[in-house]
């Protein structure tokens, strides 16, 4: 909600809907103002210290922690959002402004008002009951819709600084943790008393139960009953999560997305009953019942025993591993898929048999896919203990060769619960094995992997980018005119130089890969690593696939990894010294040009999450992970640069051509406004792009999609390039540089590949 509101607020227009919903708030009569006057105070700094200090003294000294780290921290991330945003107030965007606290300073997006309202009653959501729930965030609603009704803020500036508070209390609940809302076990006890089972005696269970709370019931006979509680807080939890994979993956499913609690037990008992009734062994039913707070609990005859995940490996045995594979035999039989098939939903009884438990997740009436992804997720969950060969070879005697075979396309990670994936993550276990070994038992050669994916979250990133992107290109219908009669009078001459330079871009990208390597790599081999880095980069954002490719093309031209490491460090390293500086330079020709002094004035809040970042950056390379994938790689880097360093010819050579490829995207840049009739300093070109490509560097798309667009418009429009000509500009240049070279770069990485290059 925040990066929605803050793109359409960045944009500097204010859009007919807003106007409207802003004048309808800001018109409502005088007499309001002494009321929403005073819920405004709600969410001023002060707020924060009352209620952290009642909190304080009533003793609840969480919930005093929890609101003033979620309060300041959400003034102080309004103050900092507020400057990077740059949107105005209403007065100064709108006529007809009725201002009736005052003439508010400063910059309009977000609310910090509504910032501070929302996390404060984000913090205390988790300590109070749903009343006080309802109530704390109507305060917020109220305060963010009283900051609209004085006239100091745009109705999304109030949104946005609801969503930034929001934030920032969940964030506050993520690091330290908030009070869970458990079911109350005399709760329990008086429904399942109204269901007609007494019990003398609940205790909650320490367990691996995922979407559910266990417990064990004792009743007055003595027997031991196993109760398995859903509530609304479970059946909430992840639920972005769960409407993801519901959406996304094709048949698999971590978590059932969409049912109340009284739904969920149900349907586990119903499946559940199927089951025994197919002849697998499951625990027994004996009731369902709701409880007066909206949970559910399921209750289940208690299987004397423990989970095949606490039993040691050693006593995994190959009679045991056949029991398990026949149960889920007489389970598939049945047209029932367990679809959460691992040890831990396995107990191993007192005699040494298998039960399968937790059909939380189960399907009746299942397809073949679906009990083949059981058979998946049991082979790799029994691998990761007893080893890839024991576990096929019990599969293959228990459900038969045909459906391990059949597995084969659905040992991959996204087939896989989160909880197994974690598991074989945690036990070194590569599915590559699993696969080989099904291979090498059943003889089969391994099928391609099946396409779970729907659709990938980077696509669908990249698609909304580049239609904020669009936005931003073409914000009005006049400039769309203007725009097309830029195109329509394009100058050919122009456009073939810059589609000139745009190749030799790729040249010196060659040669400065060639310089940082410092050995005899073939250039016209180079060039189409470069292509092919080029196309690489189409699919994965920041630079990851020039990256890869750049050290596997070394790595297979005879160059260690360690010395293929250090020399992408270097390049990049390279890359980066040119850039800043002829970032710093651009800056200065321009402000000698008349364009004017930039703002060099430095906001403490900037410092301040300058800080913040630097000092998780120096935390993550104190880990284990920092030490292996970022600090020994520095150390590769700057053992490179000192050895280029002793080679005035190469460190020459390596800075040449690292300045050359910006220099050669600044010159078609400058070209393909020229070709449209744009005049331009090469000097005010250089500091767009540069400045550009900095800002699109930090976008999740592949090659800054969207985000470069709407950078480059908005900086030659800072110097001085009407709206609809720098649209077609930009267009033009983005067609040469970024989009033409796709195909090229995807036939010269078919090329490398096949000629064992990459």
Not at 321 to 337: E, K, P, S, T, Y
Not at 491 to 509: D, E, K
Not at 519 to 541: C, D, K, Q, W
Request: charge should be positive; hydrophobic fraction near 50%; include cysteine.
């Amino acid at each position: 909600m925040l990066g929605v509101t803050a793109a359409a607020a960045a944009t500097g227009h204010t859009g007919p809907l807003e106007r409207d919903a802003f004048h309808f708030v800001n018109d409502l009569p005088g007499w309001w103002f002494p009321a929403l006057y005073a819920v405004m105070q709600l969410g001023s700094l002060g707020a924060i210290f009352v209620l952290a200090g009642g909190a304080a003294l009533a003793g609840r000294r969480r919930l005093a922690r929890d609101a003033s780290c979620a309060g300041g921290g959400a003034w102080l991330l309004a103050k900092l959002v507020k400057h990077i945003v740059g949107r105005h107030r209403p007065s100064l965007v709108l006529g007809r402004v009725i201002l009736r606290a005052g003439s508010p300073g400063g910059l309009g997006f977000p609310s910090g008002h509504a910032a501070v309202a929302g996390a404060l009653a984000g913090a205390i959501a988790p300590y109070i009951g749903r009343p006080g729930r309802r109530l704390a965030w109507g305060t917020a609603v109220l305060v963010a819709t009283a900051r609209v009704y004085t006239g100091a803020h745009l109705p999304l500036d109030s949104i946005g600084g609801l969503a930034l508070g929001w934030a920032v209390a969940a964030g506050v609940h993520l690091l330290w943790g908030a009070p869970a809302r458990l079911p109350s076990p005399a709760g329990i006890c008086a429904a399942l008393r109204d269901a007609g089972l007494d019990v003398t005696r609940l205790r909650r269970l320490r367990a691996d139960a995922r979407g559910s709370t266990p417990f064990a019931a004792t009743t007055p006979s003595g027997d031991e009953l196993f109760v398995k509680v859903v509530d609304r807080q479970h059946r909430d939890a992840d639920l972005l999560f769960k409407t993801w994979r519901f959406l996304a993956y094709r048949d698999v499913e971590d978590e059932a997305p969409f049912a109340t609690p009284k739904q969920l037990v149900e349907h586990e008992a119903y499946v559940a009953l199927l089951g025994a009734r197919g002849g697998a062994r499951i625990p027994a039913v004996r009731l369902t019942s709701a409880t007066a707070d909206g949970s559910a609990a399921l209750v289940l005859e208690c299987v004397p025993g423990a989970g095949l995940d606490r039993r040691p490996p050693a006593e995994i045995d190959d009679r045991l591993l056949l029991d398990i594979w026949q149960q889920v035999g007489l389970l598939h039989a049945a047209r029932i898929a367990h679809r959460d098939l691992r040890r831990s939903n396995l107990v191993v009884d007192d005699r040494g048999r298998a039960w399968l438990i937790d059909f939380g997740f189960a399907e009746a009436g299942a397809s073949d896919r679906a009990m083949i992804l059981d058979v998946a997720e049991l082979l790799v969950s029994l691998a990761a203990v007893v080893g890839p060969e024991r576990a096929v070879a019990a599969a293959i005697a228990g459900r038969g060769p045909g459906a391990v075979t059949r597995s084969l396309p659905l040992l991959q990670p996204l087939a896989l619960t989160s909880a197994t994936r974690s598991d074989v993550r945690a036990r070194r276990v590569v599915l590559d094995d699993v696969r080989l070994a099904v291979s090498r038992a059943t003889g089969a050669t391994p099928p391609p992997i099946d396409p779970v994916v729907r659709v990938r979250l980077r696509t669908i990133v990249a698609v909304v980018l580049a239609g904020v992107g669009v936005l931003v290109l073409l914000p009005q219908a006049g400039e769309l005119r203007h725009t097309l009669h830029a195109v329509r009078n394009t100058r050919f001459g122009w456009l073939a130089a810059a589609a000139a330079l745009s190749g030799l871009g790729y040249v010196a990208a060659a040669v400065s890969v060639m310089a940082a390597a410092g050995r005899r790599l073939a250039l016209l081999r180079t060039v189409a690593m470069e292509l092919a880095a080029s196309f690489a980069n189409r699919i994965m954002p920041g630079g990851l696939g020039r990256a890869g490719i750049i050290e596997r093309y070394l790595e297979r031209s005879g160059v260690e990894r360690p010395v293929a490491v250090g020399t992408l460090g270097l390049n990049l390293a390279a890359g980066f010294a040119v850039h800043v500086v002829g970032l710093a330079i651009a800056a200065l020709v321009v402000e000698r040009q008349g364009l004017g002094r930039a703002r060099m004035a430095v906001h403490w809040p900037i410092l301040v999450a300058v800080v913040g970042v630097l000092a998780v950056a120096g935390a993550v390379m104190r880990t284990a992970f920092g030490r292996r994938r970022l600090v020994e790689p520095l150390r590769r880097t700057v053992a490179e640069i000192r050895t280029a360093r002793r080679d005035p010819r190469r460190a020459a050579l390596l800075l040449a051509s690292a300045a050359a490829v910006p220099a050669t995207y600044i010159l078609a840049l400058a070209a393909s406004l020229r070709a449209v009739g744009v005049h331009v300093s090469i000097a005010k070109a250089a500091l767009v792009y540069l400045g550009s490509s900095a800002l699109a560097s930090a976008a999740p798309t592949p090659g800054g999609l969207g985000a470069m667009e709407a950078a480059l418009v908005a900086g030659l429009g800072r110097v001085g390039v009407s709206a609809g000509p720098a649209i077609a500009g930009v267009l033009i240049f983005r067609l040469l540089t970024y989009w033409a070279p796709t195909l090229p770069g995807f036939l010269c990485f078919r090329w490398l590949l096949r000629r064992g290059y990459l």
